[in-house]
């Protein structure tokens, strides 16, 4: 998906435009995590932009300068890759999530001359007509709540827009200075680790903010509450390891999804240690390990030997994705490497956080097969991936492993035989909604699937 990020200046006497570009690209970088590909920068009337994380400081400093980049507001966007809409060059946008029933909005009595638009401009032209011109804030926030499924800030002149659907599908969370002079909104609130006396509060689901120098920030509407339909991969991946949700830090929730997971399938394996891979497996792969640990005798818990360096989640890893896929390709070689003299003759499990195509796993397996392993299970923390707006924008188009299988399997047992054969592993385990719900601590009603996912589960 993606990071995004507003922030408006009450007080121009007060905080200096330095300080404000400050805020800015700190409150960027803790979000970073959620895109690296891509950044952009929305400050009055000029933009910044870049391919790759955020640069250094300095960098920035002289970029800033250049740019001329002034004013008591601004919007930030993190992503995966490049913006999928052209519009999102000619209008300040910055959303997470995704789109959805935009194939008539051509036909919309307030399309005017944005007819021939790409989706994401439509929207913002009808949305613009109704709460703008028509001042119809009811139907403008239930037109955005119809076709987005996430978070949608908008900066138009002097003013910024911030919407959260109804459901809740992704996080959104406002901090507010000590004096409510300076107000930040952000994909989630790890931003407390630097900005700790601020006051937080989640933006509610299904409200529209209108954000100004006069009015400060004016409620727009507040429509009415669905049944909140979280995006559960927020807990595997997205959301940064220190946001809190429920008053527990997510790392403690992945572990426990790790736990939870693994109090099931203790009767299914039989390991000597599990390994984490990539990197932001570590609190499943701990909670997974804690917990074999009660019913395998000698059991180890490790740091983990499956060195992952090109995973494009975590910003503080120099390779990219595609950066690895050319040396693989190049010269045979990968940028893993496995501790032979620790896997040597030892029954393993590859803890996965998704498996989509399949490749990363097949991958993993090969080398550990070459270090001399008894055998090696696949377990991998999240459900089956068969729809790419479950792990972001930028997977809609590959090919998943688990869609062949669609409609031909009705167990996650069935599936995991299948997938087990395709990754040529011993054993594979899908998380079922079920467990992955009861890990994270909510109803699985309240966590988005698509349906035959949210129907597939252990029998």
């Known amino acids: 998906m993606a990071g995004i990020v507003a922030l408006y200046n009450f007080d121009t006497k007060k905080y200096s435009p330095g300080e404000i570009l400050f805020y800015l690209v700190s409150s960027m970088r803790m979000v970073q995590h959620r895109g690296k590909a891509y ?7 000029r933009v910044l932009e870049s391919k790759g994380s955020i640069p250094s400081n300095d960098t920035l400093s002289k970029l800033i300068k250049k740019k001329k980049l002034i004013g008591s507001n601004a919007i930030g966007y993190l992503s995966k890759r490049a913006p999928i809409f052209p519009s999102m060059d000619s209008i300040k946008i910055a959303f997470d999530g995704f789109l959805v029933d935009t194939e008539k909005l051509d036909l919309h009595p307030y399309i005017g001359s944005a007819k021939d638009a790409d989706p994401l401009f439509q929207i913002y032209s009808i949305f613009i007509k109704l709460v703008n011109e028509k001042k119809d804030n009811s139907r403008a926030a239930e037109f955005l709540d119809r076709h987005l499924r996430g978070n949608l800030i908008l900066k138009v002149n002097d003013s910024i827009f911030v919407f959260r659907n109804s459901t809740g599908f992704k996080p959104l969370i406002m901090a ?5 002079d300076l107000v930040i909104f952000s ?3 790890s931003l407390k680790t630097s900005f700790s006396n601020f006051k937080y509060t989640d933006v509610k689901m299904g409200q529209l903010l209108k954000i100004t120098a006069q009015n400060h920030i004016q409620e727009l509407t507040s429509l009415e509450n669905n049944k909140m339909l979280m995006d559960p991969f927020e807990f595997i991946r997205e959301s940064h390891v220190t946001t809190t949700f429920n008053n527990k830090s997510i790392y403690t929730i992945r572990r426990n999804i790790g736990k939870v997971q693994a109090n099931y399938l203790s009767k299914f394996v039989d390991l000597d240690t599990v390994y ?11 909670g ?11 059991f180890e818990i490790s740091e983990g030997v499956i060195k992952d360096r090109y995973d494009d989640s975590d910003h503080m890893i120099d390779f990219s994705e595609e950066e690895s896929k050319n040396k693989l390709l190049t010269t045979g070689k990968s940028l893993k490497f496995i501790l ?8 393993v499990a590859s803890i996965q956080g998704t498996i989509q195509t399949g490749s990363t796993a097949k991958e993993t397996i090969y080398y550990l097969n070459k270090s001399g392993v008894k055998k090696i299970d696949v377990i991998i923390s999240y459900v089956p991936t068969i729809d790419g707006r479950q792990v972001g924008l930028y997977t809609s188009n590959r090919e998943f492993i688990a869609n062949q299988y669609m409609g031909r ?5 069935e599936l995991n035989n299948h997938i087990a054969k395709d990754l040529g592993c011993e054993k594979a385990f899908y998380n079922s909604p079920n467990l992955l719900a009861r890990g994270i601590g909510v109803s699985e009603n309240n966590l988005w699937f698509p349906e035959w996912i949210r129907f597939l589960d252990y029998e």
């Open 39 to 45: 950044w952009k920068m929305m400050i009055g009337d």
């Open 276 to 286: 984490a891979e990539p990197d932001y497996t570590r609190p499943m792969a701990l």
């Open 340 to 347: 032979a003299d620790i896997t040597k003759g030892k029954k």
């Open 176 to 180: 507010l200075a000590p004096n409510d």
């Open 288 to 298: 997974i390990g804690l917990e074999l640990q009660k019913s395998i005798l000698n």
């Open 187 to 189: 994909s989630e609130n």
């Open 409 to 413: 399997v009705t167990s996650i047992e």
